[in-house]
């Protein structure tokens, strides 16, 4: 199945994945879909890579299924970094939780590939895929810049050395002015969201 036309092409596709666990608590967080190509050019191979200690690894390591919510929505990725997204935000696509907005849906089933002290990688197969909206947009670089922001800010909590927290922190404020400069309204909201959960930008 190619899903170049759902928004999920060669290299780290940034979306945001909904997952349930075993007892079917929903759970939405940013996460990158890994895709590399077959050296016949054929076929495409899609992977996750999750760290210990999120939701959605637990999630997959009990239900072995995820949905890629296709969206270039700045605020949707801040709030489902740090708290769970409410209800209002979701519909249901083949019995499966999924954000309302997304672009692209891609339900897939999971195979843990490869298991080490620092991460787990999942082999995904997609199994439906539903395209809700073909839009044509150019780059935006404050929309790059929350992206940047918002996967340092959640690794801000698990550094330790004060030398790297502190080179962080001004990568954070340098992604700020960008946004500032380029950013639209939504961007320029979740940077106001992203600020809160950040005393420091
Ligand atoms: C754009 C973006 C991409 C991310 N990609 C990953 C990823 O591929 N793997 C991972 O383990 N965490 C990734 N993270 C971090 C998780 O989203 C973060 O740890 C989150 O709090 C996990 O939430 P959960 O506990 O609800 O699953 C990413 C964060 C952002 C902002």
């Given at each position: ?20 666990s ?22 495409n191979?899609?992977f996750?890579?999750l ?20 969206t ?5 990725f ?7 997204l ?5 519909s249901?696509?083949?019995?499966f ?13 999971s ?7 620092e991460?787990?990688l999942f ?5 439906t ?10 780059i935006n670089r404050g ?7 918002t996967i ?12 790297e ?11 700020a ?8 309204r ?8 992203l ?7």
């Open positions: 199945m190619d899903l170049k036309e759902a928004g999920i092409d060669e290299g780290i596709s940034e979306v945001i994945v909904t997952t349930k075993a007892s079917g608590k929903l759970n939405a967080a940013p996460i990158g879909i890994i895709t590399t190509t077959s050296e016949d050019k054929t076929k191979n899609h996750v890579k760290y210990e200690g999120s939701k959605t690894l637990s999630n997959l390591l009990e239900t072995n299924k995820l949905v890629a919510n296709v270039d929505d700045a605020v949707l801040v709030k489902a970094a740090f708290d769970n409410d209800e209002t935000h979701f249901l696509f083949s019995g939780q999924v954000l309302k907005e997304a672009k692209s849906w891609i339900l897939f089933q195979v843990l590939a490869e298991e080490s002290s991460f787990y082999q995904l197969t997609p199994i895929v539903k395209i809700n909206r073909k839009e044509v947009k150019a929309l790059n810049a929350v992206i940047e922001a340092l800010a959640t690794r801000y909590d698990v550094i330790e050395d004060e030398r927290k502190e080179e962080l922190k001004k990568l954070m404020v340098h992604y002015g960008v946004v500032k400069k380029c950013g639209g939504r961007e320029k909201e979740a940077m106001e969201i600020d809160e959960k950040c005393f420091f930008l």
